[in-house]
């Protein structure tokens, strides 16, 4: 960018692989811009887009079946766990301490490069270059590819994860002129290890969706916020122990507003849908308060309609279907920006997330305390981490006997107490600290109130 140059659009480009790096750039879409010619939406995906060439297709379909039969293939005893673990070792990240250089390239990040050197994504940055905006990808291939093959605009890469490995750094990382927007000070920290400079790294925070928070005042995010804590705390003993903590940054008018709602929580499957059986059993051990309309349990299936027919197969077993659409929600779309659209609705009420530490995460900054289950690869067991560190998350226990220790949980206010952690520690305003810096040339980053 210019000096001074100033934009009101740029060219957003995710890939359709899970749903952390679309989930990403879903915030971003009234930005986004597209080549001439195209009519379809507001975003680019780089792996399936009209026009792509069928090797650059292929490379990328090889990559995402791949990770998707190896996460499910994990459960298969014994070789299933060791092939995912040998997987997950050559994408592991390195131990952040002792602090050391870790800009030597790994095997996977070489082999990247080699197929960009054949030619892998030219296509899509010479259709990018015909009218050169900013370029703001939530993947690192799609930055490596406007690299390698010159694009005319900024680069901008979104970290989606609390921390990283070596693959999201470039090969010469002194060198490149990718600019990183990263969701914490970890990944600032980390991409400094791996020798980016540091002045190529913006700490913006994760791009929350702005329908869930409500402008700067976070108008939304807080009366959802009040209603949740009666919700989890419904002998307040949080709130008297904390009433001055709740008082000063949620604000009065939003404190012990009355729920309007059951306790409701919301169990969301990855792309892979590995731990779909989670969901049954959650649904088993709360079948009579559910049956009793004590609670309402809304089931992710995402885009992936088997996980759709397997929930909705169990809830008719359970014999439940009387209370679909009530009690019992199960939320899909075959189209993943209509799915992301319902579920930030559904947030909305939302008292508990339970999920793997994906990207959801970073969730935790809308006020919503997060159920850990077990995490699939080495970067969801370092959001586990960052979840524990600013108290907005917990490990499940059994889920089979959920209905024993989430009541203890509750009558404890431990949860009112991570949904207020969250949302004081956790950074929201991840898409107006982006849209400054790449719209408007603004160094633009999170304050330092936040502890991450």
Not at 75 to 104: A, C, H, T, V
Request: glycine fraction near 8%.
């Amino acid at each position: 960018m210019a000096r001074g140059q100033k934009f009101d659009k740029a060219y957003i480009v995710t890939v359709d692989m899970g749903y952390g790096h679309q989930r990403a750039v879903y915030p971003l879409r009234d930005i986004g811009a597209l080549p001439v010619g195209w009519s379809d939406g507001s975003l680019i995906t780089a792996n399936n887009y009209s026009g792509i060439p069928k090797n650059d297709r292929n490379k990328w379909e090889n990559s995402r079946r791949l990770y998707e039969t190896i996460s499910r293939f994990r459960k298969i005893p014994i070789i299933g766990q060791s092939i995912f673990d040998l997987m997950n070792y050559m994408q592991r990240i390195e131990p952040f301490y002792p602090k050391r250089d870790l800009s030597r390239p790994i095997i996977q990040l070489k082999q990247i490069y080699r197929m960009i050197e054949k030619g892998w994504g030219k296509h899509l940055i010479d259709l990018l270059n015909h009218h050169p905006l900013p370029l703001v990808t939530s993947f690192f291939i799609p930055a490596f590819f406007a690299e390698e093959h010159g694009y005319n605009g900024d680069i901008y890469c979104i970290c989606t994860d609390t921390d990283i490995s070596r693959a999201w750094a470039p090969l010469y990382p002194k060198k490149s002129r990718i600019k990183y927007l990263a969701p914490n000070k970890r990944v600032r920290k980390r991409l400094e290890l791996y020798g980016v400079r540091s002045e190529q790294i913006y700490v913006t925070g994760f791009p929350l969706p702005k329908e869930n928070i409500g402008g700067t005042s976070a108008k939304i995010l807080k009366e959802s916020l009040g209603c949740r804590i009666s919700n989890l705390d419904p002998h307040g003993r949080y709130q008297r122990k904390y009433k001055a903590t709740i008082d000063e940054y949620l604000g009065a008018s939003y404190c012990k507003v009355k729920f309007k709602h059951p306790l409701t929580i919301t169990f969301a499957v990855g792309g892979a849908g590995a731990q779909r059986d989670i969901g049954v059993t959650i649904l088993e051990s709360l079948h009579d308060e559910i049956d009793a309309g004590k609670i309402i349990l809304n089931l992710i299936a995402g885009s992936r309609h088997d996980v759709y027919n397997f929930y909705e197969k169990r809830v008719k077993k359970l014999h439940l279907e009387k209370h679909h659409g009530g009690s019992i929600n199960i939320i899909y779309s075959d189209n993943k920006m209509k799915y992301f659209e319902q579920f930030n609705k559904i947030l909305l009420m939302t008292d508990i997330l339970w999920t793997k530490p994906s990207e959801l995460s970073f969730y935790a900054g809308l006020g919503i305390p997060i159920i850990m289950a077990p995490p699939i690869g080495s970067q969801e067991e370092f959001n586990s981490k960052w979840l524990h560190s600013i108290g907005a998350g917990f490990e499940q226990e059994d889920p089979r006997y959920t209905n024993e220790w989430l009541f203890d949980w509750l009558e404890s206010g431990w949860l009112a107490e991570a949904a207020m952690e969250g949302f004081l520690d956790a950074p929201r305003h991840g898409i107006d600290h982006i849209a400054d810096i790449v719209l408007h040339g603004k160094r633009s980053e999170i304050e330092d109130i936040h502890l991450i």
